[in-house]
């Protein structure tokens, strides 16, 4: 099941970024505001989907089963900086 999760939860990000980019080449945005607005609106859209498809599936996108605890960067810093001591030690 959480892999049915993820992959749904792609499809509202991309559904997102889909929703933004057709938002802002319709109104012709230039500029962080107009920009802004789009991203907006976009957001809105994915977040009805997320919410509509919630309600039909009768259950949760995001849960703690398959919520990050430690973002990627993080992850990436702690790995990196446990590698430079690593290396020092030898």
């Known amino acids: 099941m959480k892999k049915l999760l993820h ?3 792609s499809e509202i990000f991309v559904s997102l ?3 933004t980019t057709a938002i802002a080449k319709g109104k012709d945005a230039h500029g962080f505001s107009e920009n ?3 991203a907006t ?3 809105s859209i994915a ?5 509509e498809l919630e309600l039909k599936s009768g259950g949760k996108v995001s849960t703690s089963e398959n919520y990050l605890q430690e ?4 992850k990436r810093k702690r790995i990196s900086k446990d590698h430079i001591s690593s290396l020092e030690e030898r």
Do not use: V
């Open 71 to 74: 973002p990627e960067k993080e």
């Open 7 to 9: 992959l749904r939860t």
């Open 47 to 51: 977040g009805n989907a997320r919410k």
């Open 41 to 43: 609106e976009g957001g």
């Open 17 to 19: 970024c889909a929703s």
């Open 36 to 38: 802004k607005e789009a």
